[in-house]
C-alpha cells in the first residue's frame, strides 16, 4: 500500500516531494466516501466517478467541516468536534504562474494589492459570487527562462 493524495491541483515541487517518498498523487479525483477496516482506521476513499483507493495515510485538502462529515462524527471525540464547530470559516487563495513574452512588460520589484473598494483593504474575507475577485496580488519574478508574473486572488 502508498499514500494516496486525491484534491485540487497542488504546486509541482510539493508534488514531487510527495512522490520521491512514495506517494501517489491524484489530481481532480472527489473523494465522496472513506471506507474503514475491523480496527476502525481509514482503509480507502472512493471517489465520485467510483474509484477505489488504498492506502495506509491519507492527506485532505478539503474543508475541515466537509472532512469530518466524510469521517462520521460518530468517529471523531466531542471534544474535537466542538474545536471544528467553533473554528471561523477563512479565505482561501491560489496563484496562478504565467510566464509572459520576453520584454511584454517592465520588470517591478515590488508586490501590487488591488482591492475593488478602500473598505475591502480591511474586509476582503466576505467576498459575493458576483463580486469575486474582491482583491488580487501581483508580483514578479526574473528567471532565466524570462519574466514571470504571479497573481494570487
Known amino acids: 500500500m502508498s499514500n494516496v493524495i486525491a ?3 497542488r504546486p ?12 501517489e498523487v491524484y489530481k481532480h479525483s472527489e473523494v ?3 471506507s474503514y477496516n475491523e480496527e476502525n482506521h481509514l482503509k480507502a476513499v472512493e471517489t465520485k466517478c467510483g474509484k477505489q483507493f488504498f492506502a495506509k495515510r491519507f492527506i485532505s485538502n478539503i474543508d475541515i467541516r466537509r472532512t469530518v462529515e466524510l469521517i462520521g462524527e460518530d468517529k471523531l471525540k ?3 468536534l466542538n474545536r471544528v464547530n467553533d473554528l471561523e470559516p477563512v479565505v482561501s487563495c491560489f496563484s496562478v504562474y504565467i510566464k509572459l513574452k ?3 512588460l517592465p520588470y517591478f520589484n515590488c508586490n501590487f494589492y488591488n482591492y ?3 473598505e475591502k483593504v480591511w474586509n476582503a474575507s466576505s467576498p459575493s459570487a458576483e463580486n469575486w ?3 488580487y ?12 508574473g504571479s497573481e494570487t486572488p
Open 7 to 9: 484534491g485540487p491541483c
Open 12 to 23: 509541482n515541487v510539493c508534488v514531487r516531494e510527495l512522490r520521491k517518498h512514495g506517494a
Open 32 to 34: 465522496c466516501q472513506f
Open 78 to 80: 466531542k471534544s474535537y
Open 102 to 104: 520576453e520584454n511584454s
Open 116 to 118: 475593488s473598494s478602500i
Open 133 to 135: 475577485p474582491e482583491w
Open 137 to 148: 496580488m501581483l508580483s514578479a519574478t526574473q528567471s532565466k527562462q524570462g519574466y514571470r
